[in-house]
């Protein structure tokens, strides 16, 4: 599990605590419990052992906490928490790209029937369905990062400019080499293929950032195919494959491609920032 994802299910669980203090129920303990503490206390006869009204307290207390518990350790609860959370954070609107933004929707529709699913099915079946739908959040997390990461891109300018400009200059650069060795002036000449060096280094991460756009814009499509399969499979799921070496291989499926996505990212961000440090 990715550091994002168990700060997700640590803040999951904290509403899952937050919503069972507020639940109907905990709080008909709390008042019944108090009531029988103030209305009955100790005048109650009991066999063999000497009521005292604070056990009302301890009673109430204990029944408490146990809906407490229960209701934290339900891992169709924490999980339900976890996916209304995703949800919530994603935020599809914050990219701007048309088609990353198209991908990423219809991945959400994926992993809504991924859902209905896991909701539908019984036992072990159920649990691992759910632990796959949290895997594939981790999944469109990433396809959603990278599409952001498209969108910075496209909105650098200072990229846009470079490509353009950074040809015009490597050409002027070697123009003048040609001049200034006809001169003779070879302590000029070394100073200008330098400075021809740097632009030409500038020139190829400016254009391996360009391939990783392009890459990443394939990359969001096979990520799509890719999820559609894995629905297909679970689709097919029964209990008698839960412990089979099919829902782990599945499961190893969805790593990768979450990986595979992260070192795309990482890419873009490396390429970008070498570029700009060169501009």
Do not use: C
């Not at 069972?20 to 019944?32: C, V």
């Not at 609107?93 to 991924?114: G, W």
């Not at 080499?177 to 991460?205: H, M, P, S, W, Y």
């Not at 814009?217 to 894995?230: D, H, N």
Request: zero cysteines.
């Amino acid at each position: 599990m990715s550091e994002q994802q168990s700060d997700l299910r640590r803040r999951a669980l904290g509403a899952i605590l937050a919503n069972a203090l507020r639940s109907p129920q905990f709080l008909f303990t709390i008042a019944f419990t108090l009531a029988l503490y103030v209305f009955v206390g100790d005048n109650i006869s009991v066999p063999l052992f000497d009521w005292q009204s604070w056990y009302w307290l301890v009673g109430g207390g204990l029944a408490g906490l146990g809906f407490l518990a229960a209701s934290v350790t339900d891992p169709e609860a924490a999980q339900e928490a976890v996916n209304r959370m995703f949800e919530q954070k994603l935020q599809l609107d914050r990219v701007k790209n048309r088609v990353a933004r198209q991908h990423i929707q219809k991945a959400l529709e994926y992993r809504k029937q991924m859902l209905d699913l896991a909701k539908k099915a019984k036992g072990s079946l159920k649990t691992n369905l759910l632990q796959t739908v949290d895997d594939v959040n981790a999944w469109i997390g990433h396809m959603v990062n990278l599409g952001l990461h498209l969108d910075e891109f496209a909105e650098n300018q200072l990229i846009v400019r470079d490509l353009k400009e950074v040809p015009t200059r490597i050409s002027k650069v070697s123009q003048r080499i040609e001049i200034e060795k006809r001169n003779g002036a070879d302590l000029v000449v070394a100073e200008l293929q330098k400075q021809r060096e740097q632009l030409e280094q500038q020139l190829t991460n400016l254009q391996a950032a360009v391939n990783n756009s392009k890459r990443a814009e394939i990359q969001l499509e096979s990520a799509l195919a890719s999820l559609g399969t894995i629905y297909a499979q679970m689709s097919r799921l029964d209990t008698s494959e839960v412990d089979s070496g099919r829902m782990q291989r599945m499961r190893l499926e969805i790593q990768e491609e979450v990986n595979s996505l992260q070192d795309t990212i990482h890419a873009m961000e490396e390429v970008q920032q070498q570029a700009l440090r060169l501009g």
